[in-house]
Structure formats: C-alpha cells, structure tokens
C-alpha cells in the first residue's frame, strides 16, 4: 500500500520534473514551429510564394495552350489559376496543411 | 575592379570560369564545380574526423560533428516524426552542402554556388521528385486524393484540383528562387557597398573619411550574410522535412 502509493507518486513527480524541465516533448506540437524570420523574412517568402505559383500556372497555361493551339483562353485559365495558388500557398505559410487535421 | 569605369559592377562576381585555364576548359569544369567538391570534401573531413575519436568528453571537431548531426537529426524527427528516421541521410547531406555552399561563398575570392539557380534548382528538384516518388511508393493511388481535400463541395472539384496541382509544382519554384534570390542580393550588396567605399576613397582626403561609412555598414552586412547563409540552409532543410512529412502521411 505504502509502497504503491509511493511508486506512483514517483513516476508523477518524475513526469512533472521532466515537463518542467521540457525533456519530454509533449506529442504533436513540434510539427508546427513554422522556421523563424522576421518580417522582412516573411514578407519576402509570401511573395516568393505567390510569384512561383503564378510562374507555374503561366507555363502550365501556355504550354497546354501551344499544344492545343487554343491561344488566349487556357493561358487565361491558369493564369487566374495560378494566381489562387498563390493565395493557396500564402495561406497554407500561416495555416500548415499538417497542423488543421490530425 | 569595379570603380575604374565609374560603374557599379555587382554581378560579374557570379560570372562562371573556368577551373585552372586550359585544363578545367577542356572538360568544361568550372570554378562552381570546384567549389562543390571542396564543399563536399570539407564536410566529409568534418564528419569522418570529428568522428574519429569518439570521446567521452568530445573536443573541437568531434562537437562541432555532433551538433551539426542532432540539429538536423531533432529537425527530422520533430518535423516528419519517428518514421521520418528513414530520411535523414538525405536531409543532412542537403543541409549541410546548402550551408558550407553559402559559407564558403562568404570568404574572400571565394564563389558561392548556391547564388546559381540552375544549382538551387537541382536541389530543389530532387527534393520534389523523392517527395513524389516517396508519396506514391507508401500511398499508391491514394496520392492522388491529396489534391482534393475532403470536405470539399464536388461542384468546385476541378477547380480546387487545378489550383491544389499548380500549388504543389511551385513548391520545388519557391524553394529554388528562395535560396538563389537570397544569396544573389547579399552578395551584391556587399560589392555595391565596396565599390562605394572604394569610389569614395579615391576621391581625396575628405572621400576618405567618407569611405567609412559604406566599410562599417559592409561590416555589418557580412555578419548578416552569415545569419542568412544559416538561416536560408535551415529554410531548405526544414522545408523538405515538411513536405516529407505531407509524402508520407498524406494529409
């Protein structure tokens, strides 16, 4: 009786000694520190960002377009594409896609 | 160089040569080739070195060795979890060639590979074509599922579809341009801001003291590149953890 009440008080004591010393990373946070930059930093990712999904859905858009040879409209397409995309990918920079389910 | 023609000259410092005159011409060897081994070289030399030993209590080297390993080792396993153990090798050997490449451009006559995109590319391209082939190897035809979220309204499917595809090809783009844009606009702030001081400087006593203020703000500059030079290795590395992470749970 003694004994167990001890033994479970230990491991309590243990486990809250190590929390406090954050030894035991608590499961499931680390995911999610995004890397550290200051505004310039993340100022300049967002528009990196935005700048290479427009770069993509432009090419996608024209290349379809030169093999189809129906010149403005799939360009058109993907470009405003292309532009969400990029709206995608600066919202994904704040809002990781691994963090919001499981 | 630059201040004989009374033009600022920032960009014939990432002008490729090549290595040794004739020699490294005839096999088309380029000083940014050269740099690359002496990159891969120097980090071999750390970690068979370092490793050499195995004290108890380590020294210099042997530190050096081990912190490099478990930051990138906590790295991985923070961000892709246990089974992320798998890709570790590769994620260090990208770490660390991106961070001794934009170190070693920062010394003097030095070149900085990573200041070219079509190496930046490269890199970024092997990252996404693993991640791809990571993704369909533990996933199958499941992969595909990642391009529609579940919970989506099937009305808008082929536009999110369009969108979530152009979304995940840029991401090897932004990946590239990052490093690249990063490295090209230091290093040409440090040479416009020499070629002030030295501009000024030839201008006479008061040009002299004038110099001093582009040196001292150059002095600055090249403790930020180092900060930089870690923190765009970092970026790289951390972003392929998270896009293995996306390969290998699919969510």
Redesign the interface.
Known sequence: MVDERDGGGFAERLRDARARRGLDKPAGTAAKDAPPSGAWGIGFRAGVEVVAALVVGIAVGLLLDRWLGTFPWLFLMFFFAGAAAGILNVFRLFNPRSGRRG | MAAEGKAIDALSQFELAPFLGPIGESVRFSQANAHMLLAVGLITALMIWGTARRAIVPGRMQALAEGAYEFVHDLVV??V?EEGKRFFPFVFSLFMFVLFGNLLGLLPYAFTFTSHIAITFALAALVFILVTVVAIAIHGWKFLGYFLP?GAPKVLAP?IV???I??Y???P??LA??LF??MVAGHVMLKVFATFAVMMGSAGLVGLFGAVLPIALNVAMVGFEILVAF?QA??FA??TC?YI??AV?L?
């Open positions: 923070g961000q979890g579940e536009l369009l969108i979530e152009i979304s090809l840029s991401r783009i932004s341009v990052r844009a990063n923190l970092y970026v951390i972003l998270i992470h996306d749970h969510h």
